[in-house]
């Protein structure tokens, strides 16, 4: 009995002790990434985004004020209620204090719904669609690679201004392909160009022959693929298969990943137009940081999501030790005033706005001949930074409810 | 331009040329599937990733070893058939006796195992394998572009759907294998070795799935996944065909592949339910299956 008041008193000391500095709830951050480590997303995300968030933690040197960091990871396999329940679980049970990564815009939104319940922080880099900056936004709610808007703003601008005039969409049917099309529909429209109509395909598919007749016989000039991942990888080499470009028509990937391009090869995917957030091999910086990860990724090359996550954890790590706590809102805070730096050469000229959007310098990039690839994953010339203002949304147009108007 | 049901025919026979196709893959995995359960009494749910181990076979070997397309086909079928057999030997033929569900749990999860264990190696992105050169190329039918690649896989699973079940049905051997599933101790007793039909007859229908993988290799992507996204599938289709009726899987086989391509033009969106559609209702009226023997 003694020795029991004795013990709680000393745990009562040692708790009112930490309050005095900074106060980390538990005294442990928690940081969860939650992704794909499975399915469709999982080469562009996956467990690449979990060594990212680990190199972000050990680079910062593992402790924030003394408070160690801990990173946990599990997989959505694409589903929003795994991924609610999920992070549910870690926030309400586990201690977690930010979620990351979160590909697949379906899983985003339903955590980004309970963060924002919760008042945590999430740090969406694989997800792309806008509503996440729109009237999915939230206080402590992060939009940090790319979106829908950027990719059509560049890889659309691109292709109708080269004389892709008419389109034709293999849209995937969930959330995310129906925003992409809808964003470069939007911009195919504004350079006056036609859309001749589109088709959505079950999430994920591995057979595109019947679509792709479908779009062979609209005759379209141009077949915008509004998917991503193994199902662009899927469409792409079916597409040649059945002789598409013979027949005088184009392939638009509108989302395109180093990975993807890997997979199907140069012979493939040359002359391919796309748009990323993050290349690898662009300067010294990110070759040196991509470098690092490819040691412990059997020598693969990021993804704009890996380096996203990086940069995405370093930031709140730095903000976490400004803020000298881990409430959500006080965090938040300090992300928007801290300026956007770190070792992966991520987020060129970032900023981060109201509506939670992280703006910063895209780059247009087109897939390079056999012949001009000086080694493996060499696989993109930037034909053109897009800055961050041109890029994105302008704020003004954001429905968002924290944008002042 | 002619439209049937609003949907001008020429598109309309491509789409139903395309359901073929993919009914022919249908047919195949339905079949091996069949055979083992309809002989053997197991749920085979390693199928899918046995479909995936043919498909991944001929990859590697033209990756390490330059063995063409052709070799592939050949051998394949017969390496991942030994695998089966190993697989069979050592575990499934201890659960012969028990109830269907404890032959389905552990297929379950050994394919579980093997698409993590090739996950692990590979990721999902997928391996390219390119159409062989003979079969390059395609036709220009009027109304599609038919690549002759999708012409052969059609010949072929047909030539080997209609060869097993004429060996199965036709033949001494099928004779006896059907005999030993319906009674094994009387089959034992004139001298024939059951044990040894049954490992074989599992053997082959795992060289099914294996030689389908082969044939996907160069359309489909060559990933971990390709086996699981097909699968269920194939059990819808095995199920609404008859569960032991060989002849019943390779006909329903062919005939959802088209339903589906119909559904595609349709509405795309139910593209990927209507088979499961169509096995409630099958069930409901007629549960043992179109071509079944009743229950």
Known sequence: MLKKALIGAVALTALTAAQAQAQYSENKIKIGVLTDLSGTYSDLAGKGAVLAAQMAVEDFGGKVNGVPVEIVSADHQNKADIASSIARKWYDAEGVDAIAELVTTAAAVAVREVSKEKGKIDLVSGAASTPLTNDKCSPTGFHWTYDTYALANGTANAVVKTGGKSWYFLTADYAFGHNLQAQTERVVKANGGEVKGAVKHPFPNSDFSSFLLQAQSSGAQIIGLANAGADTINAIKQAKEFGITQGGQSLAGLLVFITDVHSLGLETAQGMMLTTGYYWNRDDETRAWSKRWSAKMDGKMPSMVHAGTYSSVMHYLKALAAAKTDDGVKVADQMRALPIKDASGFAVNGKIRADGRMVHDMYLAQVKKPSESKGPWDYYNIVRTIPGDDAYQPLAESTCALVKK | ?295
């Open chain 2, 1 to 295: 331009m002619m439209t049937l049901f609003g949907i001008p025919t020429a598109a309309l026979f491509g789409q139903l040329l395309l359901g073929l196709i993919n009914g022919a893959f249908y047919a195949m995995l339905s079949l091996g599937l069949a055979l083992i359960f309809g002989l053997l009494n197991i749920i085979n749910f390693s199928h899918g990733a046995q479909y995936m181990m043919g498909a991944f076979v001929a990859w590697l070997g033209l990756t390490y070893l330059g063995a063409n397309y052709w070799v592939a086909l050949a051998l394949a079928p017969v390496i991942v058939a030994a695998f089966g057999i190993v697989l069979e030997r050592t575990m499934l033929s201890r659960l012969y006796k028990l109830d269907h569900l404890y032959g389905l749990l552990l297929t379950f999860g050994l394919a579980l195992i093997i698409e993590g264990f090739f996950r692990q190696l590979y990721g999902i992105s997928g391996m390219p394998y390119a159409v062989p050169k003979e079969l390059a190329g395609g036709w220009n039918l009027g109304f599609m572009y038919l690549p002759i690649y999708r012409a052969w896989v059609v010949f072929a699973s047909l030539v080997l759907c209609v060869g097993t079940w004429l060996l199965i049905e036709k033949t001494k051997l099928g004779a006896y294998l059907r005999a030993a599933t319906e009674n094994p101790a009387l089959v034992q007793a004139f001298g024939i070795n059951v044990p040894v039909m049954i490992t074989l007859t599992y053997g082959f229908g795992v060289a099914l799935a294996a030689f389908a993988g082969v044939l996907a290799a160069p359309i489909y992507s060559v990933n971990p996944l390709m086996g699981s996204n097909l699968i269920i599938v194939v059990f819808a289709v095995v199920v609404i065909g008859g569960m032991g009726s060989i002849m019943g899987s390779i006909v329903t086989g062919f005939m959802l592949g088209i339903l589906e391509g119909l559904t595609k033009v349709v509405y795309p969106e139910a593209a990927g339910t209507v088979i499961f559609m169509v096995m409630v209702i099958v069930l409901l009226i007629k549960p043992a299956g179109l071509f079944g023997k009743g229950a």
